[in-house]
Every structure is written in structure tokens, then in C-alpha cells.
């Protein structure tokens, strides 16, 4: 069963590591300034050529409140009305991306992201809907895959039943944890009344998916305290859940430097908290779709994966992989045939370039032949845990042990380790190895020797 895991502790601290997540093969650390808007426009023409479809993600970047904890592209502010001028140009830059586009390439999925989209007023969000679908061909039958993250604390009935109006059948929440130790440490106070709410409401409006996100390794938490969270998570049962390890990096994020380190839970209790958590989630019926995420057996993830179309890119696992995906807004990424392109991260000089009608694409990357070769093989692991060397040889007409033999020996090791099972024409991930796929992954990332792990979140 590709649901199956097997907990090795001793290969969990032998080859859990600081890597990628593989949101894209190459990473977004290797993006640099010499793309730019023309690079975009131009691979935009390509996609209208050849008529595919889209996949939209809007970056809204505004919170009233910090959580310490976070490490998203984010403007902490209380005064709504920042919101106004930020829509404004989004619109323009919708306006600007969709006079390269042709009307018949429809979006597949659409994918509202943040910050806090639950930030803007009722009317704000109509308004930004009705400039997507002024310029984009949405659909109207409810077939699209259309998301939108919560904050239940920033949300109700009515916000639901708006959206619901609106054409989203996808929620995402965020609770992190229900215990208000932890609530404090994080700075996120937020009632398990207000999940509910959310989630109840939801279900009554036939919203098709609902997700909700935790995390572990947070201040307070310990692996008692976090199984009553997730016990409480799973009654409300959500049809996906993400499950992420919490990677304390004060260095590079500001807000988390609040966080008392000392009361951080240590590596032991943490993997505890996952196995526990692993355990609780099988036991309730949940799959393990790999990194972090789980769905119940009739999700849409779980059955892509089942029948091998499951993919992975910047908004996580997708069944519409096969999109052209539109990043908006400021520090957003696209990714266009070969091209990856991210807008800038600093909201001063995202609103200038839009001023002054200009894309804001600073950095991105063309993917080589090579890049082709290995995304593919990242991809089929992560996504399916297995990999057919015929497929790969066939597809990019390589010999596939003389183009990786550099990696072979590790290879190698992998399989007598018992994470893999090496054959004469395939990789499987074996129950063992199915919690460490990043490092199996990371093993046919050319960049990664270059990088700084340190950039990175452990795989455990």
C-alpha cells in the first residue's frame, strides 16, 4: 500500500538532514537577477501558443497580528486600509500578465495565499474576484480547483458564504496548535470554538476539500499536549492535513527571534510527536501522501497518487501540475514551461514597478536539459515513491546508471540501509525511506553540494 510506513528510528537519525522541499527542481535558491520581465512575457507568449492551462496563485500579504513563528513574506499592520492600494495594483498587474494570454486557456486552479486573504473586506475580495474573472477564464461550474487560506480568527459564517458565492471550494486553516501554552508562546491565541466555526461551516456549504495546518517542535510543546491537539484536529476531520516540523531560523526571520529557545522541545521529543502523530492519523484513516501531508482515502491527492498523476510545485502537491501557474502580488512565483520567475519581495518596489506599468519580476531561472532530467526524477519520487528508469530513459534518451553513476554507490547504501529498493529498472521507496524521500531527493540535486543547508528545514 503506498499509504504504508514503517518507523526506523536509528535510519531517522542517520539520514534526517537539513534539504530542500522540492516545491521545484531547480530550488528556488538558485533563482538570480538576470531574468526579468521580458523573460516572462516571452514564455507567456508560449503558453498562449500552445493554448495551456492555467493555474492562478494571488499573494495577499497582510496579518493584523505576528505569529512568531512564522517565516512567510508578510506586512503586519492594523490599518486595513493598506489593503485598498495593494488591490489596486494587483489589478494592474492582472491586467498587465492577461493581455498575453489568450481568453480560451482556462484556470484549472485558482489559490489565494498569504499573509492573511481573510485580511481583506467583503468587498475587497468581490472586487479582486471580479478582476480575475474579467481578464481570466474562470470557471463557473464549480469543476475548478479554487483555494483560499483561513485564519479562522480573521473569518465567519458570512466570510464563508462569501467565498462560497464566490467560486472557492477549497479551504486551507491555519491552527498550528490548540494548546494555549503554545497559543501564547506563538503569539496566535486562537479557541478551538473559532476552528470549528470554521470548519462547520465549511462542510454546511458543501465546500469540497477542507485542510487544516499544524505544526510541531513548537515553543511548550510536548508530545502529551500535541496529541490532544491533533485528537481534537482529527474529530473535526479535515480532508487533508498538514503536519509541518517547525524550523527555528532567528537568523533569517525577525519574528522569530522571540521565541524563548529554551523552551523549544528537543530533537528526541520531536520525533516523538511525529511518530505519535503518524500513529494517530493511520488510526483515524488518513494516508500518508508524503512531506508532511495527509488525506483522507477519497481525497483527490490520495487517488492522484494512486493512479499516478499526483504532482508537486510551489503551492505543494497538485493534481494540475500540468498548468502554466500565474504568481500575483508581491514575492509571488510563476512557472511557465521551463521558466520559473518570482516577483519582488519588497512591497515598496512590487507597488513601484505596477506605477509605473512594469512587471515585477526581479530573479527567476531557465531550466537546462539537465534540470529537465533530474525535476523529473525528484518529482516521480516525491510524488509516487517509486521511479521506472525505462520512463526516464525513454522520455530524455539518457543510459540512466551512466547519468547518475556519480550518486550510485549512495544509491547503493540507500538500499542496504532499507530505505530503497534498487532494481535493474526501478527505485522504490520503501516503507522506511518514505519519511526521508527528501534525502533519497537530494541525492540527485546538482546545486545542493553549492548550498548552504543551513537555509534549509531538517527532513524530520
Known sequence: MLDAIHWDADLIRRHDRPGPRYTSYPTAVQFHGEVGAFDLLHALRDSRKALRPLSLYVHLPFCANICYYCACNKVITKDRGRALPYLERLEREVE??????????VVEQLHLGGGTPT????????????????HFNLLDDDSGDYGIEIDPREADWSSMGLLRELGFNRVSLGVQDLDPEVQ???NRLQSPEQTRAIVEAAHTLQFRSVNIDLIYGLPKQNPERFARTLAEVISLQPDRLSLFNY?????RFMPQRRIEESELPGPAQKLEMLQRSIEQLTAAGYRYIGMDHFALPDDELAMAQEDGSLQRN???????GHCDLIGLGVSAISQVGDLYCQ?????GSYQQSLDNA????RRGLHCNADDRIRRAVIQALICQFRLDLRDIERRFAIDFRAYFSAIWPQLQQLARDGLIELGEHG????PAGRLLVRSLCMLFDRYLAQQNRQRFSRVI
Open 96 to 105: 498587465l500578465i492577461a493581455r498575453h494570454l489568450d481568453r480560451n486557456q
Open 427 to 430: 527505485i522504490e521507496v520503501r
Open 184 to 186: 501564547r508562546a506563538i
Open 343 to 347: 516577483n519582488s519581495s519588497d512591497l
Open 358 to 361: 512594469r512587471l515585477a519580476t
Open 314 to 320: 510551489f503551492q505543494g502537491y497538485t493534481t494540475h
Open 119 to 134: 485580511f481583506l473586506s467583503h468587498d475587497e475580495l468581490r472586487r479582486l474576484l471580479q478582476q480575475l474573472r474579467q
Open 247 to 251: 524550523a527555528h531560523l532567528p537568523e
